[in-house]
C-alpha cells in the first residue's frame, strides 16, 4: 500500500514535469475564498469539462510556500485512493464525487496562504489557484481625515474622530485584515497601539517606494500628544438604515441636517456609509452631505463617472456649508433590514 502510493508520488511528480513543458494549461482565474478560524471551509476545484470526468483522475492538491521547495503536499487522489498528509491527514475531504473541491476542517491560522490544485488524466489537465484567507472581524476599517485636511491628528483628536462617525481607532489585526483584503492607502494614520501605519497592496514610489512588497509601513510608535496623522477607523454592522433621502432640491449643510431631522432619522456619519458599502453592498452615484461636513458617495459596482475602477466610498470633499450643490444620506437607528436605495 504504502509503496502503491510511494510509485504514484514518483509518477505523479513526472506527469507533472512533463506536463508543464509540453501541453498548454487551461489558465483558471485565481480564486480567492474567506474562512473562519475553528469553521470548516470549502477550496473549490472543478473539471475543466465534462469529458475530463473520466475514472481514474489524479487530484493533487498542494500548499504553495513562496519558495517552492518549501510547499507542503495536502492531498493526493488517484481512482480510490486518497490521502492527506501532514497536518492535513484527517482534515481534508474530497467533497463531492466527480469534483476536486477539498473541505478543509478546523481552519487554522497556518492554513492560510495559496493552494494549488491540480487535476490530472492525461488528455485535459487542470490547474487550479485557490488563496484561502481568514476573515475574524465582520465590520469595515476606513481611513480618516477632517476637514482641517492630512495629518492633522494627534492620537486623542483621532479617537475622537473616529468615536464621532459611529467608529473607533482600528487594531493592528484590524488594519492587517483590511489590507489582506486589498485596502490601499497612502496616509499614515493611528492604530489603537499607539503605532501609525499605513497600508499598500499596490506597492509605488511615493508609497514606500515600488520595490518594497505589498504590506503594511509602520512609522512606528509616535508621539501621541506631538505627533500628527490620520487614522484608520473600525467599525462593526449597521445597527439601523442608512438611505440616501430623495429630494426634490439640492441643499446646503444646515438644510441636509434638518431634512433628516424631518425623515425621523439623523445626517448618517462616515461609520454608517462605509458599513453600508462594504458590508451591505450599498451603492449609489449620488453625492451627498455627511454629519461631518464632508459630500461623500458610496460605489460597490465600478462603472463609468462613479469609481470605474474600483469599488470605495469616494471623497468629493468638505464643501463650503452654504453650498446648496447636493443630496444627503441619512441614518435611522433601530433594527437593520428594511434596506432602501
Ligand atoms: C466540519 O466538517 C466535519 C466533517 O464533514 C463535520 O463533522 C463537522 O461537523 C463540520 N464542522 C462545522 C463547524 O461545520
Not at 513562496?66 to 492527506?84: I, P, Q, R
Not at 497612502?186 to 505589498?214: E, F, H, M
Not at 490620520?230 to 462593526?236: E, I, L, Q
Not at 429630494?247 to 441636509?256: C, S, T, V, Y
Request: glycine share 8%.
Amino acid at each position: 500500500m504504502m509503496s502503491l502510493l510511494h510509485m504514484t508520488l514518483i509518477s505523479l511528480t513526472l506527469a507533472g514535469i512533463a506536463y508543464s513543458q509540453v501541453t498548454s494549461l487551461p489558465l483558471l482565474p485565481t480564486v480567492e475564498i474567506f474562512g473562519e478560524l475553528g469553521n470548516n471551509v470549502t477550496l473549490p476545484c472543478h473539471y475543466f469539462s465534462k469529458e475530463s470526468q473520466v475514472f481514474g483522475n489524479r487530484i493533487k492538491w498542494i500548499k504553495v510556500a513562496d519558495d517552492e521547495a518549501l510547499n507542503e503536499d495536502v492531498l493526493l487522489s488517484m481512482g480510490l485512493h486518497t490521502k492527506a498528509y501532514g497536518r492535513f491527514e484527517n482534515r481534508v475531504f474530497l467533497t463531492m464525487e466527480g469534483d476536486a473541491s477539498i473541505l478543509l476542517t478546523d481552519v487554522t491560522k497556518e492554513d492560510v496562504g495559496q493552494y494549488r490544485c491540480e487535476i490530472m488524466n492525461g488528455m485535459e489537465d487542470t490547474v487550479q489557484e485557490v488563496i484561502l484567507k481568514i476573515r475574524s472581524f465582520t465590520g469595515v476599517v476606513f481611513p480618516y481625515s477632517p476637514h482641517l485636511g492630512r495629518y492633522n491628528l494627534n492620537f486623542d483628536a483621532a479617537v475622537q474622530a473616529c468615536f464621532d462617525q459611529d467608529a473607533e481607532v482600528a487594531s493592528f489585526e484590524q488594519l492587517f485584515e483590511a489590507w489582506q483584503d486589498g485596502l490601499d492607502w497612502c496616509n499614515a494614520g493611528w492604530l489603537n497601539d499607539g503605532t501609525v501605519q499605513y497600508p499598500i497592496t499596490k506597492p509605488r514610489q511615493p508609497c514606500g517606494g515600488s520595490n518594497n512588497q505589498p504590506g503594511l509601513r509602520s512609522y512606528g510608535r509616535r508621539d501621541k500628544q506631538m505627533s500628527r496623522y490620520d487614522v484608520f477607523c473600525y467599525t462593526s454592522e449597521l445597527m439601523g438604515d442608512f438611505y440616501w433621502l430623495e429630494q426634490p432640491n439640492r441643499l446646503n449643510f444646515d438644510e441636509a441636517v434638518q431634512a433628516c431631522i424631518d425623515d425621523d432619522a439623523e445626517i448618517a456619519k462616515v461609520g454608517h456609509i462605509y458599513a453600508a458599502w462594504k458590508l451591505n453592498g450599498y451603492d449609489r452615484c449620488d453625492a451627498g452631505w455627511l454629519a461631518d461636513g464632508s459630500v461623500r458617495y458610496p460605489i460597490s459596482r465600478p462603472r463609468k463617472n462613479c469609481s470605474p475602477t474600483d469599488p470605495a466610498v469616494r471623497l468629493v470633499g468638505f464643501p463650503d456649508k452654504y453650498q446648496k450643490s447636493y443630496g444627503v444620506y441619512c441614518f435611522k437607528a433601530g433594527p437593520s433590514g428594511d434596506k432602501r436605495q
